[in-house]
């Protein structure tokens, strides 16, 4: 059993622990993700227990095949829903990142499957360090400057990539008749 | 309910980034780690023959010449520029403990609680092409002798091919040749030094050593720190990272340098001004004009840095689509005397750079015509003595363009992949009747840049120009190389 399945197994058997495990394993992973999103650390904090909350009530039912991928599509959206109401409130000083790159809402299944198929295929056809500045901007709301020094690259050099691939997706989206 | 676009990416490519993402760190640390291990080594092997050689002829041992002769400074190279640029790598401080598993992260972790539970590749992607028996055997001529004089070949095929490859940088990754916009021939003049008249050039070698900051050093950026917060008008906040509503800023140290960073939040074309002096430049101005205009600028970020930085560079960039056709302007200020080395080769004592953008990045962006305001500010205070960072290592031959040319002709050109099956895959450009020829140094190796116009008829007018670059100092296994490339690619 991985450790992935053991923590799985705790929240199955309603056992405290789950959360103790999934925080001493993903906790900080999952701290950067909702920081990059508000930085603000409270906030940051904030967003990961309410995952954990999240979690709790949602495994079972749910059994999720990769508990990174869930708990960070969970605080995630949390983030991005506080930075939302931060900035209803006035609050929120920065424009998100990830705003750029515009929403959808998929009626059903079938259409976010669609979307997700669009979405992944420009991405794997692109290079992967492309698609990694992609994902680590506009998923990870990381910041340009983090990006080039990992990647090697200059800042401009990473907006360069972020605008050419914008407007590529953009043409690929709006070939597919979606509209964002 | 509306989600954004990302949230509906598929898992496989988020773990595809994350893989990429720590393989670029473990190759960043490898990297360094490797030129510690091979500078170290060489520092003993050289001090023990040294040693020996002194003790045998019974005299002190020779210092090394200080450099070879300065090329002129008429513009700086592409690649000289973004390895100004990215010396100063806010990351390589800001993520001491960035050894995350799976993502930066902004607290410090170590590197057990930090490592991706299902990260176990040792190996990255990019591992080096193989090398030959024969060229590891030439390879040894890179030690520099005690003459400070290369004998030829200096290089194999394989060890220039792997300067490329281990950068990992935009314009050098996937090709053979870039492109390069400009407004006219003349502004070719910002990627490329001249052809010195002379039979020989300098060799360098670049390194990243291991400085630890000291006490001093850090008061003295708390210094810095309390400084520029006062200039730009804000509450000095709590040192290190602040992202204020203007400005974020961020002070850190590196491997061997101290690093002071003030950026423009991302959002429209909000300025930096300092007690009152705006950061900003005409872009329609000629370069004598913006020196001229930048004085003041020069002279309150040294008086706040306490540097003493009298000389400046700069160099345009342009592209084929924006409306002004010039997409930012990087201008360096630094002491040439003190860099001793020519800053087109490198650029290895305390620096400012002030990079301009004019790239449109969301909506609230406004590009200009003329003065340019998005501006990152980034100081460079090198904890450690020039040759620490860019040791001059010899004299080689420089090999004649009519030589250049010979190898430029046969493929055996270099600028990322040097796989023939890569360079086939891009847009085929004969570089017969080249238009220019230059000089530029990559990694502290002098190559001839030779440029072919492609077109001019790009939606701004600017002209399009392709660059390759040739080896200028003689080189083996050309052929073994550019072959085992072809192999190498295939099976990967």
Known sequence: MSADEYIIKLFFDRDRRAIEEADQKYGKYLLTVAYNILHNEQDGEECVNDTYLSAWNTIPPEKPGSLKRYLCSIIRNNAISKYRSQKAQKRAGVTLCIDELGEYAAPDEREAAAIREVLDGFLKSVSKRDMTVFVYRYYYAYPVEQIAARLGLSCSGVYRILDRMKEQLRQRLNKEGITV | MKKDLMSYCGDDILDAADKYWNNAKKQTLLRRLTVIGVAALLGVGIIAAALLTAAKINKPVPKPPETTAALPLNGVSEEVTAA???????????????????????????????????DTTGKTEDSEPPVTDTETEAGSVTQPPETQEYKDPVFTAAEIGRLFEEQGREDVVTNAYIKIAVPSETELKYRYMSIPDAEKIGVYKIYTTGVNTTKAEEDRAQKDWDNVCKALGITPPEFGQYFGEKYVLYSGAGEAWRTFQITNRLEGPVGVTLDGIDVTVDQSKTDDELKEALKPVRDKLCELFGADLPDVHIKRSYDTESEYGCTGIVVTFYNAEKNGVDINVCSCSDHIILNFDNVKRGNSDVLSKTVLKKVYVTYVRYLCEPEAICEYTGDARLISIEEAEELLYKGYVFGGHCCPLCMAAQ??????????????????????????????????????YARTLVPAVEVSGYENYFESQKEFHKNR
């Open chain 2, 84 to 118: 100004v640029g990215t010396s100063a790598s806010p990351d390589d401080s800001i993520t001491a403990a960035d050894t995350a598993g799976e993502i930066t992260e902004p607290y410090p972790v170590t590197d057990e609680e930090s490592r991706d539970p299902e």
């Open chain 2, 427 to 464: 847009e085929k450009v004969s570089f017969e009747n080249y238009d220019k020829v230059g000089l530029v140094y990559f990694e502290g190796v002098p190559f001839y840049a030779f440029f072919k116009n492609l077109h001019s008829d790009t939606p701004n007018g600017n002209a399009v």
